[in-house]
């Protein structure tokens, strides 16, 4: 028997680890059995404790996840944010410690509600219901923030097909269910929970034998993507804007072949009107080969309006490119702090860091046309907002080819940031069916096919092009037609359930 005193330790202890571990079932590790441990520990940390306890182990696992999980953002504070390394990590911690409050919030409810209902019922039903809500808050307040869902942990793995049914949230639910009933069988003997594993194992073998949408080999798609390399230090360097276009410019003259050539955000180290000229001739160009280019741009409306955007020229359904008409998609979800500053008349005076160059940018609409490439539709992502869900799922139509998002990671060096990035982008063409292109600055740039599985990639901080083929496919998975619906109508059957089950229980004390 372990002493009463050291129990009082260790959960704390195994609560700061199981959260530590679970950065290990994402990208670049993809040891996604560890989110099922890290979530089944934390579950028996939390078994037979008070609210106010339940709430410092939320807490303290929440600080070993977000802590090792997003300690790349500190990448770009450290060398691009001019502030002191104390500060620095001062605004890391201040961001890990916020993140941290939804995992306590977990702990705290769910040892405050239920308590007296039995446990496999709290467990399979009321401990993943709180676990959604919380990430869905954590996804829409102050802007967001859906990073380390633990569904991205299954885009390699077994729990994957259940991505076009149900989206990462629907993972993300399985995960917490088959965690739930080990810590019920581990805690207390019911072995009876066996079958709600054993029921997510079957409903993965089916959505695994099924095909969602077909893919059309005949109308594959020749793609190029241009991995600049540029220094992010140097970029946007007055000296630096016509070597860095003429880097894109002969690496594209190599590769006009290709249906579709693709520069990453921002390749362009301007305001599209300063190089409109530049960008007339590249589209003569690319009509000339009967090509397609699709490149990031930053742009300039009226007083003070910036938007960041992507422009495709070309092939693109318009006779030829002038400023005035030209097709763009303009960024919806902006980067806080890097795109734009809350409280900028506050937090601008203080630091650097929060007076970045063009970080005060304008929002582009949240639903946006297609564009068109040659003979395809595409819908667009720009760097961080492909980790939204929900809006690039209403962006795609049923006439959407293809996927894209373009990025710049070069922001966070060798870090495992740009790996979690991809492995968000191959959850979004899983969930909805389609193909995937990423094309970033410094890598990782990739091919994506319908199926989340990376089919073509270049290494990271080479000067480099991917040249390789995409296959369209048509018809729509379950999630790309109703998105989360099912998740939140079963959610409040599930509340449901618990309220008339606790009405049938002796009146007691629902918490400690």
């Known amino acids: 028997m372990v002493p009463v005193s050291l129990i009082k330790y260790l959960r704390p202890l195994g609560a700061v680890f199981s959260g530590a571990i679970a950065t290990f079932s994402f990208a670049p590790y993809h040891w996604w059995p560890l989110a099922i441990v890290s979530t089944t520990v934390l579950l028996l940390c939390l078994?037979?404790?008070?609210?106010?306890?339940?709430?410092?182990?939320?807490?303290?696992?929440?600080?070993?996840?977000?802590?090792?999980?997003?300690?790349?953002?500190?990448?770009?504070?450290?060398?691009?944010?001019?502030?002191?390394?104390?500060?620095?990590?001062?605004?890391?911690?201040?961001?890990?410690?916020?993140?941290?409050?939804?995992?306590?919030?977990?702990?705290?409810?769910?040892?405050?509600?239920?308590?007296?209902?039995?446990?496999?019922?709290?467990?399979?039903?009321?401990?993943?219901?709180?676990?959604?809500?919380?990430?869905?808050?954590?996804?829409?307040?102050?802007?967001?923030?859906?990073?380390?869902?633990?569904?991205?942990?299954?885009?390699?793995?077994?729990?994957?097909?259940?991505?076009?049914?149900?989206?990462?949230?629907?993972?993300?639910?399985?995960?917490?269910?088959?965690?739930?009933?080990?810590?019920?069988?581990?805690?207390?003997?019911?072995?009876?929970?066996?079958?709600?594993?054993?029921?997510?194992?079957?409903?993965?073998f089916v959505s695994h034998q099924t095909q969602w949408v077909t893919p059309e080999p005949e109308r594959k798609v020749d793609i190029a993507i241009i991995q600049g390399n540029i220094a992010q230090e140097l970029k946007w360097l007055p000296s630096q804007r016509w070597p860095t276009l003429m880097t894109y410019a002969d690496l594209t003259r190599k590769n006009w072949q290709a249906d579709i050539v693709i520069w990453p955000e921002a390749a362009i180290p301007a305001l599209e009107e300063e190089v409109a000229m530049f960008i007339g001739r590249m589209d003569s160009a690319a009509k000339l080969n009967e090509a397609t280019l699709i490149t990031g741009v930053l742009d300039h409306v009226g007083e003070q309006v910036y938007f960041n955007n992507i422009l495709t020229i070309g092939e693109n359904g318009q006779d030829e490119y002038t400023y005035?008409?030209?097709?763009?998609?303009?960024?919806?979800?902006?980067?806080?702090?890097?795109?734009?500053?809350?409280?900028?008349?506050?937090?601008?005076?203080?630091?650097?860091?929060?007076?970045?160059?063009?970080?005060?940018?304008?929002?582009?609409?949240?639903?946006?046309?297609?564009?068109?490439?040659?003979?395809?539709?595409?819908?667009?992502?720009?760097?961080?907002?492909?980790?939204?869900?929900?809006?690039?799922?209403?962006?795609?139509?049923?006439?959407?080819?293809i996927l894209l998002t373009l990025s710049n990671d070069a922001w966070f060096g060798a870090s495992i940031g740009p790996h979690q990035h991809l492995e968000i982008a191959q959850m979004r063409a899983l969930e909805l069916g389609r193909p995937m292109i990423r094309s970033t600055n410094t890598g990782i740039s990739a091919l994506i096919n319908h199926k989340g599985q990376i089919i073509a990639t270049i290494p990271q901080f080479e000067q480099t092009v991917l040249r390789d083929y995409l296959v369209p496919t048509v018809g729509q998975t379950p999630y790309h037609r109703y998105g989360s619906m099912p998740l939140w109508i079963a959610s409040l059957l599930g509340l449901g359930l618990l309220l008339v089950a606790q009405r049938k229980q002796k009146p007691a004390t629902c918490c400690q």
């Open 47 to 204: 078994h037979k404790q008070s609210a106010k306890q339940g709430a410092l182990i939320g807490l303290l696992w929440g600080l070993g996840q977000f802590g090792t999980g997003i300690s790349w953002v500190h990448v770009s504070i450290a060398n691009f944010g001019g502030v002191p390394l104390l500060v620095g990590w001062f605004m890391m911690a201040l961001l890990i410690g916020y993140l941290a409050l939804y995992p306590a919030a977990f702990g705290y409810l769910y040892n405050r509600f239920f308590r007296q209902l039995s446990s496999p019922l709290r467990l399979v039903l009321f401990a993943p219901i709180l676990w959604l809500l919380l990430d869905w808050l954590r996804g829409w307040f102050l802007t967001g923030f859906p990073w380390l869902w633990l569904g991205y942990s299954q885009t390699e793995g077994p729990m994957a097909p259940i991505a076009p049914i149900l989206g990462v949230e629907g993972i993300t639910v399985a995960i917490v269910v088959i965690s739930a009933a080990l810590a019920g069988i581990i805690a207390e003997k019911r072995y009876r929970l066996i079958s709600a594993p054993l029921l997510i194992a079957t409903m993965t």
């Open 324 to 401: 005035e008409t030209a097709q763009r998609y303009s960024k919806h979800h902006l980067l806080p702090f890097g795109e734009f500053v809350p409280f900028e008349s506050i937090l601008r005076p203080l630091a650097p860091i929060f007076n970045l160059p063009m970080s005060s940018f304008s929002r582009g609409d949240y639903i946006q046309p297609n564009l068109i490439a040659g003979e395809n539709q595409i819908a667009p992502a720009l760097c961080y907002e492909v980790a939204y869900n929900e809006q690039v799922r209403r962006n795609v139509t049923a006439d959407t080819d």
